[in-house]
C-alpha cells in the first residue's frame, strides 16, 4: 500500500504561492472576468492565518465560516486552517435555525461571515458570547464587529505546524433523510483524495476549472477548490450557480473543466434539446441523426467526433469546455452518452462526505458507462450480505475513510462493521472487474407488500421523462407507492382541456404500464412548491410525506398574502375588482393571490374558463379571447388583460357576445357546409372502404342499433380508448345515418395538409383545438342547431388503462344550450386493439354497444339543473354513469 503524500496547509499554501502572478482564482461578473494571482492569494492567507493566530485561535479549535463562494471563502477558509484552527463552513443559504445549531454544536467560539448573514450571526453573538469577524469588509461600521482587515497584523507570530493526522474540517452532513451527524475529516484523509485525482492527469495547470457548487460540501472543497490549487489549475467562480451564469461563465473564462453534479448536467442537456426544438422538426430530426450517430461512434469505435460535429454548439456553449466530471449523486449513462455525443469528456465517481468525498472514479482509458469505477489509491470495496444477483450494502475501508461521528455511539455504531469496514448505506454490486455499480441507498429503499423493493431514484428518471413534468419524487403511503409532482407550468398551456392533472395522469398510468406491477404508483398529487432538495441537488427525503399529504388536501404550497398597495389598487377598480370577487366566490377555500397561477392554485381548466368567461360577458360585457387566456399565468396577468378588453370594448363601441351560440366565423361554417357532388362520392368510398377495413381487422358486431332515433338531431356519446374508436363507430353505422353525423377532430392531428384536410371534411370531421373548447363548443351546437348530429367523446383524452375516465363538463355545457336526446355507447376491444401507445392496430374482436336514448329534458330536471356553476359536471357525471352501465366487465385497475 502506498502511502499518500499530505497536503498540510503550510505545504498548500507554498503551492499556491509558487504559481506567482498565474491566475488562481478567477471571478466572473456578467461578461467580465477579474481574478487574483496565486502569490495574491497565499499572501492574503498568510495574513489572515497569522492574525487569528494573534487574536488567540488555538490549534484544533473549530472555527465557524459562512460566506458565498468566492475570494473571501478561500481566504478565510485556509486561513483558518493555516492558523491551526478545524474549518467549520455553513451553507450561505442556511436558515437561522441551522446556522445556530452548527454554531451551538460545534462549540465554536469565532464566527467569521459576510454581511449578508451579519445580523443572523450577532444575534447568535449575543446569546453565546462569540467573537464575530467579517470577510468582506461589511462590519467596518459596526461596533461589535471586527473586520477581518481590522485584526492584528501578527508579524512576528509563527503558525503552528499542522500535524498530517490533524483535523481538517469539521463536516455536517446535509441530512437526506433525517437530522444531519458530523465528523471530522483529518489532512490526511483529505490529502489521499487530492492525490488520487491529482494523479490522473486529467487536469493539468494550463486547465480552468467552472465551480458552481457551494464550497461547504466536501465534494466542491476537495474536489473543485484544493485539488486544482494542487494542481495549478485555476478555480471559476460563476456570478451566480444558475444556468444562464454558469454558460456565461464558461464563455467568459474559457473554462476548460467543469465540476457539477448530476442535476446541473441533466438541465444542461435538456436547455440543448429545447433549444434544438425550438428551431422546427426538421433541424430536431437532423440533430437527432448527427447525436445517435456520434454515440455510436464513441461506443462502437472508441472515436470522438461529436466536438467536431457539434462545432456550432460548442462555440455557443462554452468553446473551451472538454472535461465535466459529475459526483454527488448518480448520472444516469442516459445523459452520459447523449452529453459524449456532444463531444465533451464525461467522468463520473462514487464517494461520501465520510470519505473525503472521491473514493471510486472512472478514469479515462479504465471507465466503464453506468459504474461508478473502481476504487482509488489504496482504497477496498466490499458487498455487505449480497442476494443473489450480487446486490448488498456497500461497504469501504481505505486511508480516506472516516473515523466515526462525533458524540453519538449509537450512529457509529450502525456505520461500521465488527471488522472496521465504514457502512455507506448504499446498496450496490461490484462486477468481475472491480467496477462499483450503485442502485439505491438503504433508507430510500421502498419495500412493498410482499417483499418487493422498489429503488425511488430509478423510478423518479423513468416516470419524470415527461415535459409536463418539472420535479417528481416517489414515495410510500399507506403501503403503497404514490408521487408528489411538481408539473412545468408552460406544459398548462399545451394540456387539451388545459387539465395539466390530467395530462400528468395520462402520462404516469401509461408509464406504469410498461413497469412491473409493484413499480406501478396508484396515486399523485401535484404542488407548486419546489421539492425540497439538499444544496448537491439530493432529495430531502424526510420531508416528502407531509409534503405529499398536504398537496393531496388541495395545498399547492402556494400562500396567500396581503397584496402591496399597487396590486390593492389594482383590485380596487373595475374590472379588477369584479374579477376578484368572482374569483373569491368561486374558490373560497383556495389560496387567492393575483400571482397564483389559474390552473395550478386555482384549478381553472379550460371549461371552467367558459363559464368564467360567459359570466364576465353577462355581468361586464367583457369577452376575451381564448388564446389570451390560455397565455394568461397569473391572476394580475387576467385582470390587465380584462383592462384592456373593457378599454377596447369602450373604444370600439362593442356588445356582448353571446357564449356558445355566437355565430360562426366564416371559416369555421365553411367546415359544416354542404359537401358537393366529389365530396359525396369521397364519402361514399371511404365508408365503403372503412366497414371493410374495420370487419377485416376487428369483425366489428353491434348491439342495439334499435336505440338511435329515427330523426336528428342527437348525440352520441362513447369512451375513448384509442385512435381506433371514431372508424370503429363509423363502420357500426348505416350510410344515411353516417352522411348526417358530425365529428370534432384535433385540429394539429387531422388538419395538416391539404389530403388530410379534404378526408377531413368528407368523413365531416370539424377542427378544433383542445385548448380552447368555446370553439369545440360553438361548431357542435352550431351542427345542432342546423338538425344533424353529433359525435362526442367526454373524455376528452384516450384512456392509457381502458378505463373509462372522468367526462368533462363540456358535453354538459352542450346539453344545457341544446338538449337534445342523448345516446350512450360503450366500444370495446379497442383498447386491447391498439392502446395509444400503439403504432399500428392489431386484430381483435370489437363491438360497439348502443344504450337507450337519454331524454335530456327530463334529465336536466332530475338533477335540478339551474345557474349553479357545478350543473355542467352533474350532467357529465349523469351521462359518464350512462355509459358505465354498458360496459360489459367491471373496469380494473387503480384510481389515481
Known amino acids: 500500500m502506498t502511502t499518500p503524500e499530505v497536503w498540510t496547509p503550510a505545504r498548500l499554501l507554498d503551492r499556491i504561492a509558487a504559481r506567482g502572478d498565474e491566475p488562481a482564482l478567477i471571478m466572473v461578473s456578467g461578461d467580465e472576468t477579474t481574478s487574483v494571482s496565486g502569490a495574491a492569494l497565499a499572501e492574503q492567507i498568510r495574513r489572515l492565518a497569522r492574525a487569528l493566530a494573534a487574536d488567540g485561535v488555538e490549534p484544533g479549535e473549530p472555527v465557524v465560516l ?29 436558515d437561522a435555525d441551522e446556522a445556530a445549531m452548527i454554531v451551538k454544536d460545534s462549540g465554536c467560539r469565532r464566527v467569521l461571515t459576510s454581511g449578508d448573514h451579519l445580523d443572523t450571526i450577532l444575534d447568535l453573538a449575543a446569546e453565546r458570547d462569540l467573537d464575530v469577524i467579517t ?58 483524495n487530492v492525490e488520487a485525482i491529482a494523479g490522473l492527469s486529467v487536469v493539468g495547470g494550463h486547465d480552468r476549472m467552472l465551480l458552481p457548487l457551494p464550497l461547504h460540501h466536501v465534494y466542491p472543497f476537495v474536489v473543485g477548490l484544493l485539488t486544482p490549487m494542487v494542481i495549478g489549475a485555476a478555480v471559476v467562480f460563476p456570478e451566480a450557480p444558475a444556468g444562464p451564469q454558469i454558460v456565461r461563465a464558461l464563455k467568459a473564462s474559457r473554462a476548460s473543466v467543469l465540476i457539477g453534479v448530476p442535476r446541473l448536467y441533466e438541465a444542461m442537456l435538456t436547455a ?33 467526433v461529436g466536438r467536431t460535429l457539434f462545432a456550432s454548439l460548442h462555440r455557443q456553449f462554452g468553446p473551451d469546455l472538454r472535461l465535466m466530471v459529475s459526483a454527488g449523486a448518480k448520472l444516469a449513462p442516459e445523459t452520459i452518452w447523449p452529453l459524449i455525443g456532444l463531444g465533451w469528456q464525461v467522468l463520473t465517481g462514487y464517494g461520501l462526505a465520510e470519505t473525503a468525498s472521491a473514493f471510486t472514479g472512472n478514469i479515462p482509458g479504465k471507465l466503464r458507462i453506468g459504474s461508478e469505477g473502481r476504487p482509488l489509491n489504496d482504497g477496498e470495496v466490499r458487498i455487505g450480505d449480497p442476494d443473489a444477483e450480487g446486490v448488498g450494502e456497500i461497504q469501504l475501508r ?47 429503499l421502498i419495500v412493498l407488500g410482499g417483499g418487493k423493493n422498489v429503488f425511488p431514484e430509478e423510478l423518479e428518471a423513468i416516470y419524470g421523462a415527461s415535459p409536463a413534468i418539472r420535479e417528481i419524487a416517489v414515495l410510500e403511503r399507506s403501503g403503497a407507492l404514490v408521487a408528489l409532482v411538481v408539473p412545468e407550468v408552460e406544459a398548462a398551456k399545451e394540456a387539451p382541456s388545459g387539465r395539466i392533472e390530467d395530462m400528468i395522469r395520462v402520462h404516469l398510468t401509461a408509464t406504469g404500464r410498461e413497469l412491473p406491477s409493484h413499480q406501478r404508483l396508484s396515486g ?65 377555500d383556495k389560496p387567492l393571490r393575483l400571482d397564483a397561477h389559474p390552473q395550478l392554485d386555482l384549478g381553472i381548466d379550460s371549461l371552467e374558463w367558459l363559464n368564467i368567461g360567459m359570466e364576465l360577458e353577462e355581468t361586464l360585457g367583457l369577452r376575451l379571447a381564448e388564446q389570451d387566456i390560455a397565455e394568461a ?57 372503412n366497414v371493410g377495413l374495420m370487419w377485416a381487422l376487428f369483425r366489428v358486431r353491434t348491439e342495439g342499433k334499435e336505440h338511435l332515433p329515427a330523426s336528428d338531431p342527437y348525440v352520441i356519446i362513447a369512451n375513448h380508448v384509442s385512435d381506433v374508436d371514431p372508424p370503429v363507430m363509423a363502420g357500426a353505422l348505416s350510410f344515411s345515418r353516417l352522411r348526417r353525423l358530425r365529428w370534432a ?64 363538463p363540456g358535453i354538459g355545457v352542450l346539453l344545457q344550450h341544446h338538449p337534445v336526446p342523448v345516446v350512450p355507447a360503450f366500444i370495446d376491444g379497442t383498447f386491447e386493439a391498439m392502446p395509444r401507445d400503439r403504432r399500428l392496430p392489431r386484430p381483435h374482436p370489437v363491438r360497439v354497444i348502443f344504450g337507450e336514448p337519454v331524454d335530456t329534458e327530463a334529465l336536466l330536471q332530475t ?17 359518464r354513469d350512462r355509459v358505465a352501465a354498458l360496459q360489459p366487465t367491471p373496469a380494473g385497475g387503480a384510481d389515481s
Open 135 to 192: 470577510v468582506d469588509g461589511s462590519g467596518r461600521d459596526r461596533s461589535s464587529v471586527r473586520d477581518r482587515a481590522d485584526l492584528p497584523a501578527g508579524d512576528g507570530v509563527a503558525l503552528p505546524e499542522v500535524a498530517s493526522d490533524a483535523d481538517g474540517a469539521l463536516v455536517y452532513t446535509s441530512g437526506t433523510t433525517g437530522a444531519p451527524k458530523s465528523f471530522f475529516l483529518t489532512w490526511a484523509n483529505i490529502s489521499v
Open 272 to 304: 440543448i434539446r429545447q433549444r434544438v426544438a425550438g428551431r422546427g422538426r426538421v433541424a430536431e430530426a437532423l440533430f437527432g441523426l448527427m447525436l445517435q450517430a456520434s454515440i455510436w461512434t464513441a461506443r462502437r469505435l472508441d472515436r470522438r
Open 633 to 689: 399565468e397569473t391572476v394580475r396577468e387576467l385582470i390587465r388583460l380584462a383592462e384592456r378588453g373593457a378599454q377596447r370594448r369602450s373604444e370600439a363601441g362593442e356588445r356582448p357576445g353571446a357564449g356558445i351560440d355566437a355565430p360562426l366565423s366564416e371559416a369555421d361554417r365553411r367546415w359544416l357546409a354542404p359537401p358537393g357532388p366529389a365530396l359525396k362520392v369521397l364519402q361514399l368510398v371511404l365508408y365503403g372502404l
Open 524 to 588: 399523485f398529487a401535484l404542488t407548486r412548491q419546489p421539492l425540497p432538495r439538499t444544496r448537491l441537488g439530493k432529495y430531502q427525503r424526510y420531508q416528502l410525506p407531509d409534503l405529499y399529504d398536504a398537496a393531496k388536501r388541495g395545498e399547492t404550497g402556494q400562500v396567500a398574502e396581503e397584496p402591496s398597495g399597487e396590486d390593492r389598487a389594482l383590485i380596487e377598480a373595475s374590472p379588477g375588482r369584479d374579477i376578484w370577487a368572482m374569483l373569491k366566490r368561486r374558490y373560497p
Open 66 to 94: 459562512v460566506a458565498p463562494n468566492g475570494p473571501d471563502w478561500v481566504v478565510a477558509r485556509l486561513g483558518i486552517a493555516l492558523a491551526g484552527a478545524v474549518g467549520t463552513a455553513i451553507d450561505h443559504l442556511a
Open 398 to 444: 481505505g486511508p480516506n475513510v472516516f473515523d466515526g461521528y462525533r458524540n453519538n455511539e449509537e450512529a457509529n455504531r450502525d456505520a461500521f462493521t465488527g471488522d472496521g469496514w465504514f457502512r455507506s448505506g448504499d446498496l450496490g454490486r461490484v462486477d468481475a472487474d472491480g467496477f462499483v455499480y450503485i442502485t439505491g441507498r438503504i433508507k430510500e
Open 745 to 808: 377532430g384535433d385540429n394539429q392531428r387531422l388538419f395538416r395538409g391539404p389530403i388530410r384536410r379534404a378526408f377531413s371534411r368528407a368523413a365531416g370531421i370539424f377542427p378544433v383545438d383542445a385548448r380552447a373548447p368555446s370553439q369545440s363548443l360553438a361548431m357542435a351546437a352550431a351542427v345542432l342547431a342546423e338538425g344533424q348530429s353529433v359525435a362526442w367523446f367526454p373524455e376528452m383524452w384516450r384512456s392509457p388503462t381502458g378505463e373509462l375516465q372522468r367526462f368533462l
Open 863 to 879: 338533477l335540478a339543473v339551474g345557474d349553479d356553476e357545478r350543473a355542467a359536471e352533474r350532467i357529465a357525471d349523469a351521462l
